[in-house]
């Protein structure tokens, strides 16, 4: 049996990470054992690959036998033949060649230039494309540089980006030259300004910016807070970040704040244990005693906590905290896009048993399972396997949202109008739309900005290229030997 405990480090990542490049030619295996006798190295990798599944995963009832697959090709393609209903099930299982670096990764850390992005057509043929920045990392080179949400990228190295050359443009240089563009008219044209960036490797602050907007007209004091990842602390602080969170809902409660828009639209998951604090300053009428969530792994899991721990091994609490600002809330707004996922839906579900929850925005991404990046603890090889081991509900047994579709908002809001407005600017899309509801009118006597609607051509990218890693739920391990 697995080494897991409840309290785990458990992680869920989106699946087009992980499944990009499974043919046997796209394969560069980092050991020199694996180069050196691929077929052999291949079969040992994927006979372990299968027990990791067979014993852990959600759906090893599902696999197929052992004996039937050949277990000398790819382990991408060898992990493929096992994931349950990739299309519409398991979407997140998945394998990396570089467990090290992927764990890193999913800790915040990692070597970027600090950009996140949407691109877009520019031109009515749909050839051009520009890169809007919708959140430019704290502490990054490009934060560094000057860039900001809102800018607009259109040239890398000279070079327009293109819906053919983007990805090499974008995602091959450690160094790059941007030239930024301007909205000129109805026409996004390039400037003259460019900025030249070297990518760092940056620990990243989820507390991308916290705000409180007065309403005294409307008895409104609104806390507004974009929160980007679920990752607890620094290496050197392990508590900094969640202690970051604390900070702003004590100076939400401090100032009198009745109403709470928190923004997880760049958020797609994190450690468990910040999903919840975060949901534990916010709940209404919640304590240590109240159910948050509970977890239902598969048949050989739940008889062995069970049997371990009791009936209510997997039934997790909130927290008590003291900068809880649930008593002066009935509702809470939270901005949403199709990258919120894992831990921002965890929040979103287990808050919805004790006060109204209010999205704006689209569909999220449909994650209510949970899973574990797993590594060769023998250090035969670097190879790594995420699986999903179970799946989550909130305290009335609700986890509807695990599909395509993920949750629907409330109110549907296209996040396409740029540039991007400052966060926390009365007139930002999803924001305004927030505010709206409350009953609040947009502000007056401002000077009209020159705005445009684009067509995406894909969402929320960083700028390594690829769909922020989908965190979902981290936990840590101790040794369970047997059922």
Same mark, same amino acid.
């Given at each position: 049996?697995?080494?897991?405990?409840?309290?785990?480090?458990?992680?869920?990542?989106?699946?087009?990470?992980?499944?990009?490049?499974?043919?046997?030619?796209?394969?560069?295996?980092?050991?020199?054992?694996?180069?050196?006798?691929?077929?052999?190295?291949?079969?040992?990798?994927?006979?372990?690959?299968?027990?990791?599944?067979?014993?852990?995963?959600?759906?090893?009832?599902?696999?197929?036998?052992?004996?039937?697959?050949?277990?000398?090709?790819?382990?991408?393609?060898?992990?493929?033949?096992?994931?349950?209903?990739?299309?519409?099930?398991?979407?997140?299982?998945?394998?990396?060649?570089?467990?090290?670096?992927?764990?890193?990764?999913?800790?915040?850390?990692?070597?970027?230039?600090?950009?996140?992005?949407?691109?877009?057509?520019?031109?009515?043929?749909?050839?051009?494309?520009?890169?809007?920045?919708?959140?430019?990392?704290?502490?990054?080179?490009?934060?560094?540089?000057?860039?900001?949400?809102?800018?607009?990228?259109?040239?890398?190295?000279?070079?327009?980006?293109?819906?053919?050359?983007?990805?090499?443009?974008?995602?091959?240089?450690?160094?790059?030259?941007?030239?930024?563009?301007?909205?000129?008219?109805?026409?996004?044209?390039?400037?003259?300004?460019?900025?030249?960036?070297?990518?760092?490797?940056?620990?990243?602050?989820?507390?991308?910016?916290?705000?409180?907007?007065?309403?005294?007209?409307?008895?409104?004091?609104?806390?507004?807070?974009?929160?980007?990842?679920?990752?607890?602390?620094?290496?050197?602080?392990?508590?900094?970040?969640?202690?970051?969170?604390?900070?702003?809902?004590?100076?939400?409660?401090?100032?009198?704040?009745?109403?709470?828009?928190?923004?997880?639209?760049?958020?797609?998951?994190?450690?468990?244990?910040?999903?919840?604090?975060?949901?534990?300053?916010?709940?209404?009428?919640?304590?240590?005693?109240?159910?948050?969530?509970?977890?239902?792994?598969?048949?050989?899991?739940?008889?062995?906590?069970?049997?371990?721990?009791?009936?209510?091994?997997?039934?997790?609490?909130?927290?008590?905290?003291?900068?809880?600002?649930?008593?002066?809330?009935?509702?809470?707004?939270?901005?949403?896009?199709?990258?919120?996922?894992?831990?921002?839906?965890?929040?979103?579900?287990?808050?919805?048993?004790?006060?109204? #929850?209010?999205?704006?925005? +689209?569909? =999220?991404?449909?994650?209510?399972? %949970?899973? $574990?990046?797993?590594? *060769? &603890? @023998?250090?035969?090889?670097?190879?790594?396997?995420?699986?999903?081991?179970?799946?989550?509900?909130?305290?009335?047994?609700?986890?509807?949202?695990?599909?395509?579709?993920?949750?629907?908002?409330?109110?549907?809001?296209?996040?396409?109008?740029?540039?991007?407005?400052?966060?926390?600017?009365?007139?930002?899309?999803?924001?305004?739309?927030?505010?709206?509801?409350?009953?609040?009118?947009?502000? #007056?006597?401002?000077?009209? +900005?020159? =705005?445009?609607?684009?067509?995406? %051509?894909? $969402?929320?990218?960083? *700028? &390594? @290229?690829?769909?922020?890693?989908?965190?979902?739920?981290?936990?840590?391990?101790?040794?369970?030997?047997?059922?």
């Amino acid at each position: 049996m697995l080494h897991f405990k409840k309290r785990s480090l458990l992680i869920v990542l989106a699946g087009a990470i992980w499944m990009s490049g499974c043919k046997d030619e796209d394969i560069a295996p980092v050991d020199t054992a694996l180069a050196s006798d691929s077929l052999s190295a291949y079969k040992s990798v994927n006979t372990w690959l299968y027990e990791l599944m067979d014993d852990a995963y959600f759906w090893y009832k599902n696999m197929p036998a052992q004996s039937s697959l050949d277990g000398t090709v790819s382990p991408y393609q060898y992990f493929e033949k096992l994931v349950y209903n990739r299309a519409t099930v398991d979407r997140f299982s998945g394998i990396t060649d570089d467990v090290d670096a992927m764990q890193n990764e999913f800790d915040g850390i990692s070597k970027i230039f600090g950009i996140s992005y949407t691109l877009s057509y520019i031109d009515e043929g749909n050839s051009n494309i520009g890169a809007f920045l919708n959140y430019v990392v704290k502490g990054s080179p490009a934060e560094a540089a000057g860039l900001k949400r809102g800018d607009i990228l259109l040239k890398v190295n000279g070079s327009q980006l293109t819906a053919d050359n983007y990805t090499s443009l974008l995602g091959s240089n450690e160094t790059a030259t941007f030239t930024l563009g301007t909205l000129n008219g109805s026409e996004i044209v390039a400037s003259s300004s460019t900025v030249t960036i070297t990518k760092a490797e940056v620990s990243e602050d989820p507390v991308v910016f916290s705000s409180i907007i007065r309403k005294p007209a409307y008895g409104k004091t609104i806390g507004y807070l974009v929160y980007s990842q679920f990752v607890p602390g620094s290496s050197t602080d392990a508590e900094k970040y969640d202690n970051e969170l604390r900070q702003a809902f004590a100076n939400f409660k401090s100032q009198g704040v009745n109403e709470l828009v928190l923004d997880l639209r760049l958020n797609s998951g994190g450690y468990i244990s910040s999903a919840e604090t975060l949901a534990s300053l916010i709940g209404k009428n919640i304590s240590s005693s109240k159910t948050f969530y509970t977890e239902q792994w598969n048949d050989k899991y739940m008889a062995y906590w069970n049997r371990t721990n009791g009936t209510s091994a997997l039934t997790y609490k909130f927290l008590d905290e003291a900068s809880n600002i649930g008593g002066n809330l009935s509702r809470v707004f939270v901005l949403t896009s199709n990258g919120t996922a894992s831990a921002s839906e965890l929040v979103i579900n287990g808050l919805k048993p004790y006060m109204e #929850v209010i999205t704006v925005g +689209e569909n =999220t991404a449909g994650k209510n399972l %949970f899973g $574990k990046l797993i590594g *060769d &603890d @023998l250090n035969r090889w670097k190879w790594g396997a995420y699986i999903m081991l179970g799946e989550t509900a909130n305290a009335n047994g609700q986890s509807d949202y695990g599909t395509v579709n993920g949750i629907t908002p409330t109110y549907a809001v296209e996040d396409s109008s740029i540039p991007y407005k400052a966060f926390g600017d009365e007139n930002e899309t999803l924001l305004r739309k927030a505010l709206d509801v409350m009953g609040i009118p947009a502000p #007056v006597n401002l000077r009209a +900005e020159a =705005t445009k609607h684009v067509a995406t %051509f894909r $969402k929320f990218l960083r *700028d &390594d @290229l690829r769909v922020r890693p989908d965190l979902m739920i981290k936990k840590g391990v101790i040794k369970v030997e047997n059922l």
